[in-house]
């Protein structure tokens, strides 16, 4: 069993994957570790039909298969001490001390609430995208797709490779908008291409800008939802309905060590220096932690952040390619806004925490996460706040506190593994 | 080429799914429900990722282990309070 090392990175996804390998290039000792049961993150998550993509594959050998990195799957970290972290897997819990640590923790989808979004059937795109990939069944199934952004296209075609029927996908943002991004697009080549691959596999699905879910039926889970758009409001025959408003950063592990954040929109992500470095020493961060910016700023910031935390030099192109991509965020950021009325679906009986069934109602009052959370046990659940705690900062209910150990739920036997005394120490991140 | 399968028991039903799934993905193949809300409403997975918790359930009798995590494997017992 590990116990120390040099380096510890937090994510096999893209950004991880090329922090690992990076750092392990130069003589030091990684260990990669991931909650997920296969290495490759969300993007290039393992298709149980399908596998992974060439590009994922070389990726996760070049880390995972180095000799100086130690892979551990389908592990979490649940609290931090000073160069220590606490870790749980599926077995055990277990400390792992560190010399410096990269963040590639991620994003998570942003999933806002309107009425009937609880139903079984009701998903995330990603998150539609994710279970497909596990195999969730889908064949002959008709789905509808909605929200903003590129992964919209991305969820589709995963859905319809699966066997799905997709009968439609609804973006909020305006025509001329959309119009605009894609207009943009000959100067990222990468992302021109492939956006073409996805229209081309799609081009028999209805594509709608300036269209919202406004709400969701069904008894025991979804059969249909409501559409709002240019042609006025229609009902939708389905039988799963993928809603995904873009992307988070996840930083609570960030927030735990203390690194500063920024805001990013009505969100924060992890604020970096040029070489990846977060405000608190040893601490880099790298990808969509550090702002969404998709998988070629996170390949190259996680390659960045790698050598920066085995001491080694890094090369002026990192940082320019590194600049380029992240232009490519600023771009998506911009011409995928969310329009106001995304944020005005739910109404005061629609669900906000779905681990307390809270409704906005109870929570509208408030205009503190902290105040809220301690008057109506909003955000108090098994995932922490994470889903009510991005949707309430994106209604305009103000951004979550702060967060406290254990980042997951966690085993007593974990936290009773031995040097935990220090860990409830959290050095003032209380919200 | 056959497909290698996993058998396991869900809600006490001994059930046969593919390998490689994932244990959320085998309680959906056999249309077992997954858990209740505190209020009593049928849920299931949102995200797909391990971040909303809905999907969780009892794996060999460990409460709260995420079913979109966890790969099935051969006689898991999985029990959602469905």
């Known amino acids: ?431 | 080429m056959k497909m290698s399968t996993v058998r396991l028991t869900i809600n006490g039903l001994r059930v046969h799914v593919p390998a490689g799934i994932s244990v959320a993905t085998a309680i959906a193949l056999v249309g077992q429900p997954f858990r209740h809300s505190v209020t009593g409403e049928p849920r299931a997975p949102l995200c797909g990722m391990g971040v909303c918790f809905e999907c969780r359930v009892r794996i060999d009798g460990v409460a709260q282990q995420r079913a979109c995590q966890r790969v099935v494997n051969p006689g898991m017992r999985v029990e959602t309070d469905g």
């Open chain 1, 1 to 431: 069993m590990v116990d120390a090392c040099d380096i510890v990175v937090v994510g096999a996804g893209p950004a991880g994957l090329a922090a690992a390998e990076a750092a392990a290039s130069h003589g030091k000792r990684v260990v990669l570790i991931d909650s997920q049961p296969r290495a490759g993150g969300q993007v290039w998550r393992h298709d149980a039909l399908h596998g992974q993509p060439r590009v994922a594959m070389d990726a996760i050998r070049a880390a995972a298969g180095n000799a100086n990195v130690t892979y551990l799957e389908g592990t979490q970290v649940v609290a931090v001490e000073p160069e220590r972290l606490l870790l749980q897997d599926a077995r055990r819990g277990f400390h792992l001390a560190y010399g410096a640590l990269v963040l590639a923790t991620g994003a998570r989808e942003l999933l806002l609430p309107f009425p009937g979004w609880t139903l079984p059937g009701v998903t995330g795109a990603g998150g539609l995208q994710a279970l497909a990939k596990q195999g969730w069944p889908l064949r002959g199934k008709r789905v509808l797709i909605a929200g903003s952004g590129p992964l919209l296209f991305a969820a589709a075609a995963t859905a319809q490779r699966h066997g799905a029927h997709v009968v439609g996908i609804h973006e909020q943002a305006g025509a001329s908008a959309v119009h605009r991004f894609a207009a943009g697009l000959w100067r990222w080549p990468g992302k021109l291409a492939q956006a073409a691959r996805l229209r081309l596999e799609l081009a028999r699905v209805p594509y709608r800008t300036g269209s919202i879910v406004t709400t969701a039926e069904g008894d025991h889970g979804v059969s249909g939802a409501h559409v709002r758009g240019g042609q006025g409001d229609e009902r939708i025959e389905c039988d799963l309905l993928a809603v995904g408003y873009g992307l988070l950063p996840q930083v609570e592990l960030a927030q735990l060590l203390g690194c500063a954040l920024e805001p990013e929109g009505a969100h924060a992500r992890v604020q970096v220096g040029p070489w990846q470095a977060t405000s608190q020493p040893r601490v880099f961060a790298a990808g969509e932690a550090c702002g969404i910016g998709g998988i070629d700023c996170a390949r190259v910031e996680g390659h960045i952040a790698g050598l920066a935390a085995a001491g080694a030099a890094v090369p002026r192109a990192l940082v320019q390619r590194r600049d380029r991509a992240r232009a490519f965020a600023a771009s998506l950021r911009q011409h995928f806004a969310l329009r106001d009325d995304v944020r005005g679906l739910a109404n005061d009986d629609t669900t906000i925490c779905r681990c307390e069934d809270v409704s906005l109602g109870a929570v509208r009052t408030h205009t503190d996460a902290r105040e809220a959370k301690l008057a109506t046990r909003c955000g108090m659940g098994a995932c922490q706040g994470r889903i009510c705690g991005g949707a309430l900062a994106e209604l305009g209910h103000g951004p979550r506190g702060g967060m406290r150990p254990p980042l997951f739920p966690t085993r007593l036997a974990t936290l009773g593994e031995p040097v935990l005394s220090s860990v409830s120490d959290t050095r003032g991140y209380t919200p």
